[in-house]
């Protein structure tokens, strides 16, 4: 099974973005799908998440209001929105599915899939 990424690229602050994140296999349809972004020096940071069945979102306070993540069932594709973005959305973002218990559902420690990064840079 594999994540295939995409959607990266350099936006001006204030901009807008969205990334994708195909599974190669609708065998995840129980599973959580996440984003997970990373500066190099610093740990693995959760973005968001959606709990594919449900489709209930989750989203780290830095990101709320601002992005927003969907996924298509047909294409077992996920789509994190990034609107205003700031330079400090700067990383390499990283799609990820899992199982996670609730208590992991934020830690890169309960999602047993990724994808390759894609890189993001806010210029200011």
């Known amino acids: 099974v594999q994540l295939q990424a995409s959607g990266g690229g350099l936006v001006q602050a204030g901009g807008c973005l969205t990334l994708?994140?195909?599974?190669?296999?609708?065998?995840?349809?129980?599973?959580?799908k996440a984003w997970f972004r990373q500066v190099p020096g610093k740990e693995r940071e959760f973005v968001a998440a959606i709990r594919w069945n449900a489709g209930t979102t989750y989203y780290a306070d830095s990101v709320k209001g601002r992005f927003t993540i969907s996924r298509d069932n047909a294409k077992n594709t996920v789509y994190p929105q990034m609107n205003g973005l700031k330079p400090e959305d700067t990383a390499v973002y990283y799609c990820?599915?899992?199982?996670?218990?609730?208590?992991?559902?934020?830690?890169?420690?309960?999602?047993?899939?990724w994808g390759q990064g894609t890189l993001v840079t806010v210029s200011s």
């Open positions: 994708s994140c195909a599974a190669s296999t609708d065998s995840f349809s129980s599973y959580v």
């Open positions: 990820a599915a899992g199982r996670p218990i609730l208590s992991y559902q934020r830690s890169h420690e309960g999602y047993t899939a």
